[in-house]
């Protein structure tokens, strides 16, 4: 029979793809060398790709910086990303992933969902120090989550700094929260609201939308008639936050309005359009064009990519650089390379220089870096400029 | 060479298993799931555990959707029900897991009855829509509820069997696969009774059936119920898996996932359940492993990523279009080949 040769080849084609299939559960054991490694569920893809591409150059671009010096007492650093999409279950499988097949010290995470879901294989694992995209106010406990810190100041204190600029720049000011009806935008306003009361702030009235909305005429009815002197919004990126401000100020509002960390990309900011001229905001760190001070660190960044980058990268970037800190603070102590003691060492960090990337001394007590600054929109010259100095809720 | 089977009873006509070679093989399944454990990196027990949940998950939506003909885009709410029921019974009243997880099913069984009401009235699109307000009522309960932990959601610590924590994947294995197989023969079973004919006969033409003396509310309930139950224990076995349940932890999406699944897997097949959430689990895993392969480090990642997304999409598309009976066709047409050569192929 003339096909026969060909059905023993499709048949033996079938077994060999069924052997290589079964083969793979044993081929992802490979363990890492003496490298410090640094695993990352980054979001390349889904609805936070805009902020993982950026987090993703950033922590590459440390590394780089920290190897091409040398490493870290000889020893190199080596970035091991994953693209999650900004789903949880996805993010959880990277990590398996990434640990099974390095010995990881460091790990970046991209969601609250994920620090939260990750939490309890940390404390068991014991080998992990982890940071990164989320600034929920409930990782901010450092009995709860002893292996984990934040980038910046949390939810809470982003808005506590935005409330202390304000009480300083027009005390008794009535000051109205909009925000997401999601996790990350409930975060901080029952502890803001509490907060305000206590710097002699009014919260005349709480909107909260859906993530993202586009009609929010009701909402702006209802915000203009509380006639806030302040609106801050909370737990979105961009929409629908250009809305809220064009009808506002159709309806002749003369509220000031704010945002926090993940709105206040400068690339960001500026879709608003010209309508959101003024617009405010807190911001951990400096903009990459910022060069209103000494700022080496910025400036290697600048050298090496020539082009605007995102505060997500800047994110990264400082990510990078605390974890590498920790790491050279525990080596220096002659100690292994543990969640523990890379927490230990991180709390060591007092008057730290950023290199100008946070403009003032940081010092890290518990998980979080409650620095930040207030900068505002200059539409005209499609840039972020400093409206108040560095404010430490230290 | 296997040529026919033969059935001398009626017995050995309506078996489960019907011949030494489907026995042969499923024993062979069985040791493979057995030891895989013993052979596999934490990464791909993982992914075991997550495709077990998903498959009693998918499983349950089949009941509804492929074998009785009523859609549900529900499914990730009542998953849901399930797993707030095991949150709060394991940290309110620290009961036994299995009691907690059955509970689960349960609470999520009621919650289908409910949803499934409207059943009576509306068919299709009309459903799909009624089950997609039953997710944004559950949504908005989760997020709401004291009890519920609000948006925050609840952790838990992990489960216990006789003082051991099942806190690893490995642990794990053991409490999902079984229960997981235990559903998938279940629900092998229930086609073989009355109340499973009954639901095929109402998902080929639901007038006739009742005109054959099958009350259609219970029978339509009924599935609503077991569809949800599935949903509740894979709901349940989540919680423990990932110990941490918020309300966005059940996303509308998450529904679509599961409606995809037994769609490319194959409607109204049991395989069908099984090969879809495998297929959708999985091939975004093995996607990102060719791309590992690839050449270019961390920036090929980078650049990779979307085209892995746009690939997994075209690929349903490709089955939809290609073969719109699913995986559990495909897989008909090579058992049938190795049956059939040398003679026909």
């Known amino acids: 029979m003339p096909k026969t040769p060909k059905l023993f080849q499709r048949r033996r084609a079938l077994l060999i793809a069924v052997g290589l299939a079964a083969a793979v559960p044993f081929a992802a054991s490979a363990q890492g060398n003496e490298d410090i490694v640094i695993g990352g569920s980054i979001p390349m893809t889904g609805v936070f790709a805009f902020a993982g591409v950026g987090i993703n150059a950033g922590i590459a671009d440390y590394v780089k910086i920290v190897n091409d010096a040398g490493g870290i007492k000889g020893r190199k650093l080596r970035y091991v990303p994953e693209d999650t999409g900004y789903k949880v279950d996805v993010s959880v499988a990277a990590f398996k992933k990434i640990t099974s097949q390095n010995k990881v010290n460091l790990y970046y995470g991209d969601s609250t969902g994920f620090s939260k879901t990750i939490n309890p294989e940390l404390d068991r694992n014991g080998q992990i120090l982890m940071a990164g995209a989320s600034f929920a106010t409930e990782l901010n406990d450092s009995a709860k989550y002893p292996n984990q810190f934040l980038v910046g100041p949390d939810y809470t204190e982003q808005i506590g700094i935005l409330l202390r600029h304000i009480a300083k720049e027009k005390p008794g000011a009535k000051v109205a929260f909009v925000y997401s009806d999601s996790e990350f935008g409930r975060d901080p306003i029952e502890a803001s609201e509490a907060a305000a009361k206590k710097l002699g702030l009014t919260v005349p009235v709480k909107l909260m939308t859906p993530p993202g909305s586009v009609d929010v005429s009701t909402e702006v009815i209802k915000l203009r008639r509380a006639a806030p002197d302040y609106t801050i919004f909370h737990g979105y990126i961009l929409a629908p936050i250009p809305e809220f401000i064009q009808q506002g100020k159709q309806m002749g509002m003369t509220s000031k309005w704010m945002g926090t960390f993940w709105t206040m990309d400068s690339s960001t900011v500026m879709k608003m359009g010209e309508g959101a001229d003024g617009f405010m905001g807190v911001m951990p760190y400096r903009y990459y064009y910022d060069t209103s001070a000494k700022a080496p660190m910025l400036d290697k960044i600048r050298a090496l990519r020539p082009e605007y980058q995102s505060t997500a990268y800047t994110q990264g970037f400082l990510t990078a650089m605390l974890f590498t800190e920790a790491a050279k603070r525990t080596l220096d102590a002659g100690k292994p390379l543990d969640g523990k003691n890379l927490k230990a060492s991180l709390n060591t960090i007092k008057d730290f220089d950023t290199g100008g990337i946070i403009g003032t001394p940081i010092t890290i007590k518990g998980n979080s870096i409650p620095v930040g600054r207030v900068y505002k929109a200059d539409m005209k010259a499609q840039k972020m400029a400093p409206a108040s100095d560095w404010i430490s809720l230290n | ?345």
Not at chain 2, 274 to 279: D, T
Not at chain 2, 294 to 311: D, K
């Open chain 2, 1 to 345: 060479m296997r040529i026919g089977t033969l059935k001398q009873s009626y017995i050995a006509d309506a078996a489960l298993f019907d011949s030494r070679t489907q026995k042969a093989w499923l024993a062979i399944g069985a040791a493979l799931l057995v030891l895989f454990p013993f052979m596999a990196s934490d990464y791909w027990l993982y992914l075991a555990c997550l495709v077990a949940i998903n498959v009693a998950s998918a499983t349950g939506l089949n009941i509804l959707t492929g074998y009785t003909g009523l859609v549900s885009l529900g499914q990730a709410a009542f998953m849901g029900l399930g797993a707030y029921t095991v949150a709060i019974m394991q940290t309110r009243l620290g009961t036994p897991f299995l009691l907690n997880i059955v509970a689960g099913g349960v609470v999520a069984m009621l919650g289908g009855l409910v949803v499934g009401l409207p059943s009576l009235r509306v068919k299709g699109l009309y459903l799909a829509i009624a089950t997609i307000a039953a997710s944004f009522i559950a949504h908005f309960l989760f997020a709401n509820l004291k009890l519920t932990g609000g948006t925050s959601g609840l952790s838990l610590p992990p489960a216990q069997f006789f003082g051991l924590p099942l806190d690893t994947s490995f642990r794990l294995y053991w409490v999902i696969v079984p229960v997981m197989v235990l559903m998938v023969l279940g629900a092998a079973n229930l086609f073989r009774t009355r109340v499973g004919r009954a639901f095929i006969a109402i998902r080929d033409r639901d007038i006739s059936a009742e005109v054959l003396g099958i009350p259609l509310l219970r029978y339509k309930l009924l599935s609503f119920g077991l569809s949800s139950f599935y949903a509740g224990v894979a709901g349940g076995l989540w919680a423990y898996f990932f110990r941490v349940v918020t309300p966005e932890s059940f996303p509308l999406l998450m529904s679509i996932f599961f409606l995809a699944a037994i769609i490319v897997g194959g409607m109204g097949t049991i395989l069908g359940g099984i090969f879809g959430a495998v297929f959708m689990t999985m091939v975004p895993e093995l996607l990102k492993l060719v791309v590992d392969l690839l050449p270019g480090g961390v920036e090929m990642t980078v650049f990779l990523s979307p085209v892995r997304t746009v690939v997994f999409g075209l690929l349903i598309v490709g089955f939809l279009v290609f073969e719109p009976h699913g995986l559990a066709e495909v897989w008909r047409r090579i058992r049938r080949f190795f049956h059939l050569w040398p003679f026909r192929n």
